[in-house]
């Protein structure tokens, strides 16, 4: 049951017109029951398994909060740390673990078969064990008050709207926000409205259109010529910006159909100029999550180290940051990549500020931001195919050599499609451009019923006209 | 030592290390406020306080530090 899915859509609706119906005192039952179904039809084993973890965890937060003395708060911190870790270690990495150590014996000339392996993958353990790690840790450190409320605390975790892929939302963001009444607005439920309607868009239009293509591209980078690599490569991050960040839009709007404000994760990401302020931009939620939980405390306790203290807390982050995306080698090189080019950004900072003044600070700009995107394209290629070798071919292939005529480097795509995507692309860019000076939807809003109700119908049209339908998975969902 | 004192050798640290003549800190102001003030350049500068006031910060200390407030109360504090 995904957002684009029938199911979901009845259910969407029903928790909907219940949570307005009934008395605020059963507001958060209504959606707690949602969202109990909508884990649960995937399977049952994952609503059992996510409905355990967060009581457990709420528990746990408390019994730090009852604490008296510091060594015993923190050897019962420590205790919950780790049991999260080591669930989540037990159902995302057991097998990637079981291998390496099969791998290692091997070296040593013992014959080991990896008996360890893991049953299933529950959809969402990312998402939730991050953001139940990062409540346990603000209730150490005294940032937020252990919660009292087992319903609250479960409907923060196990909320449909941001179960499957994020955002991962802070306590102090989310809790407060299931405390109060929510009445029905119609400004708000309809601008949740349009935000579902604009990720649609995305997602339909953008990403499910080329994501067939590329996948044919990645799935057998052999029998691609060199120019149909490249194109595949440097389209990539758009059609995953626009499946996720499309994916993003329909749960922040959804939420706020409901009255809740779900935190951001996209800032216009390809305006970055370097791949520092990039992940400034790019899946904020747990770029600030990994910066906020990770990043601070391993640099600020290798601090005396200087330069090399910051260079080793990025790459140490940014290692767990891309192995947080799944158990393989290649999500660890996608996240050194990342780690080393901020260091390089950090220690270059200088000389770049002196090119820049050298050549002008517009043709600097553009030239950073080709750069940043190009950088950010060449890592995700680790990403997207998780055997290195294949990767290795593709890296050493790209190239503008064709193997027929110019026509492959539509990658199979119609002329009819190729224009669509190249529009709505541009569309898109051209949205979060201005949608960035002010809030066009509220502007929307504000216009005469006529132009209003026209861009409505417009839109409505030119996702069924458009729009590619009969995937209904998200690229994020494996994470 | 009182609080205006402090600030004006803060001044002084983060025009140095952030390489920025113009910044004048006060109490409330906050990494977002400075240009170049960040997570990649925040323990440069909490190493180069320690080391001008010869004092050292907890790690849950730093972590908690909310603005320049936070800071100067905090070396008030450890050089009573």
Redesign the interface.
């Known amino acids: 049951m995904t957002f684009l899915s029938l199911p979901f859509v009845v259910l969407f609706t029903c928790c909907l017109i219940l949570f307005y119906s009934v008395k605020s005192n059963y507001q958060k039952i209504v959606l707690l029951l949602g969202s109990c179904v909508f884990v649960g039809y995937f399977n049952i084993a994952y609503l059992i398994i996510a409905a355990l973890i967060s009581a457990i965890t709420f528990y746990w937060g408390r019994w730090i909060g009852a604490q008296k003395g510091e060594n015993k708060r923190k050897r019962v911190f420590v205790g919950g740390i780790l049991f999260l870790v080591l669930f989540l270690v037990s159902f995302k990495y057991i097998n990637f673990i079981g291998e390496n150590i099969a791998v290692l014996l091997g070296w040593f000339g013992i014959d080991w078969k990896g008996a360890i392996t893991s049953v299933f993958f529950p959809l969402g353990i990312s998402f939730y064990t991050f953001q139940a790690l990062g409540y346990l840790i603000d209730v150490y ?1 005294e ?1 937020e008050e252990p919660e009292r409320s087992l319903p609250d605390f479960m409907l923060y975790m196990l909320f449909f709207m941001k179960f499957l892929s994020g955002p991962i939302e802070r306590a102090f963001d989310m809790l407060p926000q299931l405390k109060l009444e929510k009445r029905f607005d119609y400004d708000t439920v309809t601008y949740g409205l349009k935000l579902v309607l604009i990720g649609l868009m995305k997602k339909v239009i953008i990403a499910d259109r080329l994501g067939p293509h590329l996948d044919t591209i990645f799935a057998s980078v052999h029998d691609a010529s060199g120019a149909q690599l490249l194109i595949a490569g440097l389209l990539y991050p758009i059609e995953l910006y626009a499946d996720f960040s499309g994916y993003t839009d329909m749960a922040i709007g959804g939420a706020m159909m409901f009255g809740y404000k779900l935190s951001p994760n996209f800032n216009r990401p390809f305006v970055a100029k370097t791949i ?1 302020d990039f992940w400034r931009r790019w899946h904020m939620s747990l770029s600030f999550w990994v ?1 906020d939980y990770l ?3 391993i ?3 290798k ?2 180290w ?1 330069q090399w ?2 260079i080793y807390a ?1 790459v140490v982050t940014f290692i767990i940051l891309g192995i947080w995306h799944g158990a393989g080698w290649n999500y660890v090189i996608y996240g050194l990549i990342q780690g080393l080019v ?1 260091s390089y950004e ?1 220690l270059t900072v ?1 000389y770049r500020n002196k090119v820049e003044n050298r050549v002008g600070k517009s043709v600097f700009g553009v030239y950073s931001i080709l750069r940043t995107y190009l950088l950010f394209a060449f890592s995700l290629l680790f990403f997207r195919i998780s055997s290195l070798p294949e990767v290795g071919y593709m890296i050493r292939n790209l190239s503008f050599h064709v193997n027929s005529s110019f026509k492959e480097l539509r990658l199979g795509m119609s002329d009819h499609e190729c224009i669509v995507a190249g529009i709505a692309v541009v569309m898109l860019f051209v949205y979060e451009y201005f949608m960035s000076k002010k809030d066009l939807i509220k502007e929307l809003g504000q216009c005469r019923k006529v132009v209003r109700w026209s861009i409505y119908y417009l839109f409505v049209i030119l996702v069924f006209l458009f729009g590619q339908f009969g995937s209904e998975d998200f690229i994020y969902l494996q994470f | 030592m009182e609080i205006d004192d402090i600030l004006k050798e803060l001044d002084t640290i983060f025009r140095e290390i952030l ?1 920025n003549d113009t910044i004048t800190l006060g109490r409330e102001t906050t990494a977002k406020d400075v240009d170049g003030w960040d ?2 350049t ?3 500068l ?2 180069a306080i320690e080391k001008y006031y010869d004092i050292r910060f907890g ?2 200390e ?3 530090f909310k603005n320049v407030g936070d800071l100067c109360a905090s070396i008030q504090a450890k050089k009573k």
Do not use: C, F, H, V
Request: aromatic share 10%; no cysteine.
């Open positions: 450190w940032e520092t910066r990043y601070q405390p640099a600020a306790s601090r005396y200087g203290g910051i990025l901020i950090m200088a | 390489k997570s990649l925040n323990m440069r909490i190493t790690l849950r730093i972590l908690k």
